[in-house]
């Protein structure tokens, strides 16, 4: 599980910083307005492209605290009940949604 922690944190700080770059040299050729929020129904608000910074930031902080294996409320209590692959497959997994959604967003303005 630590070989599958370690390719999955270089791995996602990889994406960052490609999808940081890729902000950086399409910055001008993105439009004004953005998605900036999804609904359950399918329909997005729109905002400034700014807000891409705030989501960017965003990942960088969710990604830092699961490099740093930050464990949540759930996964410190399936730690206490000693379940031992458990609350690692739920950070690993937690980490990669939150990478792939947060990317989405700078993806589909870019």
Same mark, same amino acid.
């Given at each position: 599980m630590k070989t599958l922690r370690k390719i999955v944190n270089v791995v996602s700080w990889i994406i960052i910083v490609m999808i940081g770059? @890729? @902000?950086?040299?399409?910055?001008?050729?993105i439009g004004q307005q953005v998605k900036a929020h999804s609904n359950l129904t399918g329909g997005f608000s729109m905002g400034d492209k700014s807000i891409l910074v705030a989501?960017? @930031?965003m990942e960088i902080i969710v990604?830092?605290?699961f490099t740093k294996g930050y464990d949540l409320p759930i996964t410190k209590q399936l730690r206490q009940n000693n379940a031992s692959i458990l609350p690692d497959i739920i950070n690993l997994f937690l980490q990669i949604t939150a990478l792939l959604?947060?990317?989405?967003f700078v993806l589909a303005a870019i």
């Open positions: 770059c @890729m @902000m950086l040299y399409k910055w001008n050729e989501i960017f @930031m990604n830092i605290i959604v947060l990317s989405a």
